[in-house]
């Protein structure tokens, strides 16, 4: 039964690009913090109830449920009510939220620019003066448990290496981790990411009588085009055919894995 609200806003990657390229033409610090325990932080607003966990149970009252007052992980509204918190307590501090992007944060006065960004759990802060950034994150230490984990180097499975003309993103490990599920580490890699001059169609191949892992598979191809715009033509063309795979579609996905291969340091500059 859907009785509550439980949608919780997801960054947009395009938000991500934006924010890294103003970063990067203004020479502003990037650093990452990680939000210990970030849903039970969420206060709920619903009444909910639960059985009396095993090892708590009270002897007097046993047969009782416990109301929650606080988010569980587990429960559907959970995502949603951290976020209210974490965006309330930004609003305190004087951010407004972007129009664009709910999960972006912006911080304006006199000279002063904040951007912070983010996605569940994970924190970037983004701006121009290292004081004030250490002032926020201390504010936030106050009421969340956070670990600073330091400048960026790793969000939402793009490495991001700081080089003396920029930034440098791309999704080796994510590769990496897609060929060994696929147990594709020792096939040979490809210099294309497509047959040259081949043009798929719905009517070529036997049709694949289990779609699940097709579907897996292009999705993280869909994935690896923020960083690699060189496959997404070739992704665009395996994805019309998400309903209805065919063993040439399939065949196309592999030959995407095997450019993947041999491109798997490139990225975004």
């Known amino acids: ?43 709920l607003i619903e009444e909910v109830y639960m059985k009396q966990p095993a090892g708590f149970l009270d002897s007097q009252y046993p047969t009782h449920v416990c109301k929650l007052n606080r988010s569980l992980y587990g429960l559907k509204q959970t995502p949603r009510a951290w976020f209210q918190c974490f965006s309330t307590h930004l609003e305190h501090l004087g951010f407004i939220a972007s129009k664009a992007d709910s999960f972006l944060f912006m911080y304006f006065h006199g000279s002063i620019t904040i951007y912070l960004l983010i996605y569940v759990d994970d924190i970037l802060v983004i701006g121009k003066s290292g004081s004030h950034i250490t ?53 040979k890699p490809l210099p294309t990411p497509a047959v040259g001059g081949r043009k798929l169609s719905s009517h070529d191949g036997d049709l694949l009588s289990d779609v ?53 340091d490139h990225g975004l500059v």
């Open 1 to 43: 039964m859907d009785y509550v609200e439980t949608f919780s806003p997801m960054v947009n990657h395009s938000t991500i690009r934006l924010i890294l390229a103003i970063t990067t033409h203004f020479g502003w610090s990037i650093l990452q913090l990680d939000v210990q325990i970030a849903f039970l932080h969420g206060s």
């Open 135 to 187: 002032q926020l994150i201390l504010d936030l230490g106050h009421q969340f448990f956070m670990k600073d984990l330091g400048p960026l180097h790793y969000f939402l499975g793009m490495e991001v290496v700081r080089t003396s003309t920029g930034l440098h993103l791309s999704q080796s490990k994510y590769i990496l981790d897609l060929l060994t599920r696929m147990k594709m580490l020792d096939y």
């Open 212 to 264: 699940s892992e097709y579907r897996s598979v292009v999705g993280a191809l869909q994935y690896l085009t923020y960083t690699l715009p060189d496959i997404a033509f070739t992704v665009n063309q395996v994805c019309q055919f998400m309903h209805t795979p065919t063993t040439t579609h399939w065949a196309a996905v592999k030959w995407i894995l095997r450019y993947l291969k041999s491109t798997s």
